[in-house]
């Protein structure tokens, strides 16, 4: 796993699949996202290396419900004591109450998936013992004010995490950045395509300033203007 400071108070966390961000708020940590399983010791570890407590963690926001984003949630709400929050839809699925529903695949997606689905864990994980439930529109203290954004398409309770006061915006798995060129574009594996445009419509309009993917580099200047771009260019 790759630690990698962003901003003074954002840390990038890079694991094989997908990716998690640390956030600070005076002695408070806030996790964005997990990992996939067995993330939640390296993810421990990482704080302590960043001169905090594990028991910091204070609450693990996840995007959706999908295995490398809330794989490692269980296992590091067990080490540190930290709530674990997910839209009221995706709530089921990361308690393991009910299987998530699958996604949707164009052809082209297939074999990206199918070598992603290698690099992860294999077998039953860790689950939360307890999920805070969210709905869209919540405002959590985080970073003056986090607000939840609900943006269906990717999974049916994914969401987008949004500070005003500081320019950032959390996508999730709803927007993406190339792995090639950087390039900003919509997320993939989704269960309803139109969905996800709509919803990358909607995070445009919110005008951040940095913009964290689930997935590619995250963009430090100008993010709403790239994912303006990011629609406008969808070849769908």
Do not use: K
């Amino acid at each position: 796993m790759d630690v990698i400071e962003l901003l003074p108070r954002l840390h990038l966390l890079r694991f094989p699949v997908g990716q998690a961000y640390l956030w600070r708020d005076g002695d408070e940590l806030t996790l964005i996202d997990a990992g996939p399983a067995g993330s939640g010791a390296p993810i421990a570890e990482a704080v302590a290396a960043l001169g905090r407590a594990p028991g910091a963690v204070r609450r693990i926001v996840l995007t959706h419900f999908h295995e490398d984003h809330a794989g490692g949630a269980g296992e590091l709400a067990a080490l540190t004591g930290a709530e674990v929050l997910a839209h009221r839809l995706d709530a089921p699925a990361v308690r393991g109450d009910v299987p998530g529903p699958p996604p949707v695949f164009e052809d082209w997606e297939r074999p990206l998936y199918e070598q992603a689905a290698r690099l992860l864990p294999q077998g039953d994980h860790v689950r939360p013992a307890q999920v805070t439930e969210l709905s869209g529109g919540d405002v959590l203290d985080v970073g003056g004010g986090a607000h939840v954004v609900h943006v269906p398409g990717h999974t049916p309770g994914s969401i987008a995490l949004h500070l005003p006061e500081h320019g950032v915006l959390f996508t999730g798995d709803t927007v993406a950045a190339s792995p090639v060129d950087g390039t900003v574009m919509p997320g993939v594996f989704n269960l309803d395509r139109a969905q996800v445009l709509t919803a990358c419509r909607r995070l445009a309009e919110l005008d951040a300033d940095v913009a964290c993917f689930g997935h590619g580099a995250p963009m430090l200047g100008q993010a709403a203007e790239a994912l303006r771009g990011a629609i406008t260019g969808d070849p769908a």
